[in-house]
């Protein structure tokens, strides 16, 4: 079975646009090292009048931030019969939902700090300072203030002192209509990607990520040499074996397909707590996800082949 024409969706309108075009490019050029006739198109007015006059036998969506993984773009794609990589919509508006996602993978086994959802009209009506004394005095300090829908660390800070929650929460609202806000656990960061094959998903290697400051932020995550990734990561083997298997049961709870990547703590007892997962893993030169197929022994252009295949009929 060929491949005949694929299209990489890239680009968008959310503030991740940039870092998805980098995703795109890499995605196509490595398709294109295969041998694949691909193009990388963007989501704009042009798009349905293009995938309808000359439908593609399968579309790689490399979409960060909204749009792109809320489920919407999936559902368009599938309102045209296309298919494409990735999970399909109702699964992908679960995971978009950080607070939804936390309680799915609580109620399949796995630790995740414990938190509170504030939407921003909220945090205005109620009054603000009586409301994150009572968040300080039931989550304790320090604490992490992130956008409950969103991607790329924006918006996202680690609040140590209770006098500095109120600033988290204004910045964070810069860029979500609602604040996640999540006991902070100290420990190992690492992500662990998932990929299927015949429909069973497997975890590669974890990825260490050891960001400067501690603070692994949009630009921590986007500008080479920022931050150092060790893979696989420094983890004794049973630790490693509870993190993969976090990310193989979070894959499967949120009933996701074919990719993801979940974000995890491991902390100072060796003890795993997921954080997020992402329904589309970036897959620029600093990407996490490419890391662990290089580390896997697996090309990535090969990867993106397999799974465009599997969404054959």
Request: with cysteine; charged share 25%.
């Amino acid at each position: 079975m060929e491949l005949g024409h694929v299209v990489v969706l890239a680009g968008g309108l959310s503030y991740e646009r940039e870092i998805s075009l980098r995703s795109g490019r890499r995605v196509t050029e490595a398709l294109r090292g295969r041998g694949v006739p691909v193009e990388m198109r963007d989501v704009d007015a042009t798009l349905l009048d293009s995938l309808l006059a000359d439908p593609p036998d399968a579309v790689f969506p490399v979409l960060h931030g909204a749009a792109g993984e809320d489920g919407s773009i999936r559902d368009v794609l599938e309102l045209l019969d296309v298919r494409y990589v990735g999970a399909r919509p109702d699964a992908c508006r679960v995971a978009w939902d950080k607070p939804t996602a936390k309680s799915v993978v609580r109620r399949a086994g796995l630790n995740t700090p414990d938190s509170v959802a504030l939407p921003k009209e909220v945090f205005h009506d109620l009054g603000a300072a009586s409301l994150l004394d009572r968040i300080v005095h039931r989550l304790g300090l320090p604490l992490f203030v992130k956008p409950t829908r969103g991607g790329a660390a924006l918006g996202a800070s680690v609040v140590r002192e209770a006098s500095g929650l109120s600033a988290a929460m204004v910045g964070c609202f810069a860029y979500g209509d609602a604040a996640l806000v999540e006991r902070y656990v100290g420990g190992t960061e690492i992500a662990v990607s998932v990929i299927e094959k015949d429909g069973v998903p497997a975890a590669l290697p974890p990825v260490e990520i050891v960001a400067p400051g501690g603070r692994y932020d949009y630009t921590a995550r986007y500008d080479a040499g920022e931050t150092e990734f060790i893979t696989p990561a420094r983890l004794a083997p049973e630790v490693t074996e509870r993190a993969t298997a976090a990310a193989v049961t979070a894959h499967r709870a949120l009933g996701l397909r074919d990719i993801s990547r979940t974000d995890l703590i491991v902390d100072e007892h060796g003890d795993v707590h997921f954080l997020e997962v992402d329904v589309a893993p970036g897959m620029t030169e600093t990407s996490l996800l490419p890391r662990a197929v290089s580390a896997a022994g697996l090309d990535l252009g090969s990867l993106c082949q397999d799974l465009l295949l599997a969404r054959l009929p």
